[in-house]
């Protein structure tokens, strides 16, 4: 059962600015970890960025820190990455993903619900 619904992806040029939002179906949405990851052609999918249940911490990779925020807002059941800056390397297909407990987790095997994922393409 799909749970979560990605959306906002496209075709943007190098510098350009998208937001990715996540739409969820889940029960006590607001008491999970969410998190984004990605995945491109011939790699592994990796952890993007992550926040706790409370919003009261945020995780990023290496590669998007300071140009990726991930927020949620409990109202609309619903996660975001506004991803600025972006590099052609951004591009790949974006997950949404959550899980319950109060950790951020970079592992995608350790996430429950998954989204079928927005594509996201940046030209240079």
């Known amino acids: 059962q799909v749970q979560l619904v990605e959306s906002g992806g496209g075709l943007v040029q190098a510098g350009g600015s998208l937001r990715l939002s996540c739409a969820a179906s889940i029960r006590t949405f607001s008491r999970y970890v969410k998190a984004w990851f990605r995945q491109a052609p011939g790699k592994e999918r990796e952890f993007v960025a992550g926040?706790?249940?409370?919003?009261?911490?945020?995780y990023y990779e290496d590669s998007v820190k300071g140009r990726f925020t991930i927020s949620r807002d409990n109202a609309l059941n619903t996660v975001s990455l506004q991803m600025n800056s972006l590099k052609p390397e951004d591009t790949a297909v974006y997950y949404c993903?959550?899980?319950?407990?109060?950790?951020?987790?970079?592992?995608?095997?350790?996430?429950?619900?998954w989204g079928q994922g927005t594509q996201v393409t940046v030209s240079s």
């Open positions: 993903a959550a899980v319950g407990g109060g950790s951020v987790l970079r592992r995608a095997d350790l996430y429950d619900y």
């Open positions: 926040i706790t249940w409370s919003g009261g911490s945020t």
